[in-house]
């Protein structure tokens, strides 16, 4: 994936009329990269990396029945299969796996209590 300059970088030569392979060598890409940006256009989509996240929709109201106290992820992928979500439990584990760290610094936190000598 380029970076945004990259990009830039990539019209910017072509508007001063540079070819394909021309701009590839100056910018150190591949010539088909930059024919894919030129035929995506600087105003065109940018593809996504990375597979479709399976409980990108429903992971605020996992992260808020696991802040509620439900801390066993099968009961939570047990409720999702209940509403026809069907994921694996490694991946419900993954989605809690920030609010169970949280919450385990959380109760190692002590409150210092002084008293007097004596």
């Given at each position: 994936?380029?970076?945004?300059?990259?990009?830039?970088?990539?019209?910017a030569?072509?508007?001063?009329?540079?070819?394909?392979?021309?701009?590839?060598?100056?910018?150190?890409i591949?010539?088909?990269?930059?024919?894919?940006?030129?035929?995506?256009?600087?105003?065109?989509?940018?593809?996504?990396?990375?597979?479709?996240?399976?409980?990108?929709?429903?992971?605020?109201?996992?992260?808020?029945?696991?802040?509620?106290?439900?801390?066993?992820?099968?009961?939570?992928?047990?409720?999702?299969?209940?509403?026809?979500?069907?994921?694996?439990?490694?991946?419900?584990?993954?989605?809690?796996?920030?609010?169970?760290?949280?919450?385990?610094?959380?109760?190692?936190?002590?409150?210092?209590?002084?008293?007097?000598?004596?």
């Amino acid at each position: 994936m380029l970076e945004q300059r990259d990009v830039q970088g990539i019209f910017a030569l072509r508007a001063r009329e540079w070819g394909i392979k021309a701009v590839a060598r100056e910018l150190g890409i591949a010539p088909n990269t930059v024919r894919f940006w030129v035929r995506q256009r600087e105003d065109g989509p940018r593809p996504t990396t990375g597979r479709p996240k399976a409980l990108e929709a429903w992971l605020p109201g996992v992260k808020g029945r696991f802040m509620e106290g439900i801390h066993n992820v099968d009961v939570l992928r047990q409720e999702l299969a209940e509403r026809g979500i069907l994921v694996s439990l490694r991946t419900v584990e993954r989605a809690t796996e920030g609010l169970r760290r949280e919450i385990r610094h959380q109760e190692r936190a002590t409150l210092r209590f002084e008293t007097e000598p004596g």
